[in-house]
């Protein structure tokens, strides 16, 4: 049996009976530990998915065992599988719906860039579409991979003010004509 | 158990079908049924594009053809064929005797104007919205001619053969990344 351990307290000042440090770092900390996910699966990256979120895997171990099925309520948009140029503004109105601050990770060589389907009726990759976090390679990837991917978003979920304010998140959304 | 090969020998394509239902359609026809022969154990017509709807309504409505069933309708892009580029290929089935029938026309893809066979049959009509999808082939008398798989604001027809199948805007497929 391992110990179980206790999430890293922020950085701040200690003693008896109190601690402070700032609300956005605890505020992090919470949001960090506790992402909902909307899956947006449209082919095998997706079966990976459900993979990782059965017992085997076990997402819940890292907080993310709630999916959320609205964007409105989502932090994470995972998509996973092919894209179609037609279903490209789908996507990005999927996107538009969910509320700051929010991520996106490309699951798999298909929404990273288009995979082994680059032919006339499929996107070249999700960020032709809305700006993207993580990528996660493979074909498709191992729910190991998916794993480490959440744990990358959740380091960016620290600092969710920092990215946002970023010149290349505006950069991006601009340039997708996202506002 | 017969060989299966990618080439249809030549003798099959080329020798007229001997076949009671061939030649009734013949007679029916003449000279507007350009062509019979039997390929992978389906026979099948080449007809006059002009006259397609009544040769494909005869044989759904003669009872002794009574190929009530349209299995597919697809279409076809020869660029070399001058004159007759684009063709139609329609598969018919008689689901009482089992008898299958591939009906096949051609027309230049300068006019690719066909007659749409949705008043015989209203499976006909997401057949011939792909094909238009595709190919671009007018079907006249359809109830609603619109593409119906590829975005609305395609400005191409993507199955001919001018056009390149891959995306183009791909940026990971240069030499530099495959150290060529």
């Not at chain 1, 991520?103 to 032709?128: E, H, R």
């Not at chain 1, 990837?141 to 998140?169: C, F, M, N, V, W």
Request: a negative charge; hydrophobic letters at 35%; one cysteine or more.
């Amino acid at each position: 049996m391992s110990e179980v351990k206790i999430g890293k307290a922020p950085e701040g000042s200690e003693g008896p009976g109190y601690f402070l440090t700032s609300l956005d770092k605890i505020v992090g900390m919470a949001r960090e530990n506790s992402l909902w996910p909307l899956p947006f699966a449209t082919s095998c990256c997706g079966i990976e998915f459900m993979a990782t979120m059965a017992s085997h895997y076990d997402l819940a171990r890292f907080g993310s065992e709630r999916l959320s099925f609205s964007p409105r309520q989502a932090d994470v948009l995972m998509v996973m599988g092919t894209i179609a140029k037609k279903m490209g503004p789908v996507l990005k109105h999927v996107y538009e719906q969910m509320a700051e601050p929010r991520w996106v990770m490309a699951v798999g060589a298909c929404a990273s860039s288009g995979g082994i389907f680059d032919t006339y009726s499929v996107l070249q990759g999700i960020d032709k579409v809305i700006p993207v976090d993580v990528y996660v390679p493979g074909c498709p990837p191992r729910p190991e991979q998916i794993i480490d991917g959440i744990l990358r978003i959740q380091h960016l979920a620290t600092e969710p003010l920092k990215r946002r304010s970023s010149e290349e998140y505006r950069r991006q959304l601009a340039e997708h004509g996202i506002i | 158990m017969e060989e299966v090969t990618d080439k249809i020998p030549e003798e099959q394509i080329e020798s007229r079908l001997q076949d009671p239902l061939v030649e009734k359609l013949q007679s029916q026809f003449g000279e507007d049924i350009y062509n019979a022969y039997e390929t992978y154990g389906i026979k099948t017509v080449v007809v006059n594009h002009e006259r397609i709807f009544d040769v494909m309504k005869f044989l759904k409505e003669t009872p002794e053809f009574n190929f009530h069933f349209l299995t597919d309708e697809c279409g076809i892009h020869y660029p070399d064929n001058k004159g007759q580029e684009l063709g139609v290929v329609y598969h018919l089935h008689n689901m009482i005797q089992n008898i299958r029938l591939r009906v096949e026309t051609f027309f230049p893809s300068d006019n690719p104007v066909i007659n749409s066979m949705t008043p015989l049959w209203p499976a006909a009509n997401w057949m011939e919205r792909e094909t238009y999808d595709f190919y671009g082939i007018i079907f006249e008398g359809h109830p609603d001619l619109k593409r119906i798989l590829n975005m609305d604001d395609m400005d191409y027809f993507p199955m001919l053969k001018q056009y390149p199948l891959e995306d183009g805007t791909r940026e990971d497929k240069n030499d530099k990344m495959f150290g060529r």
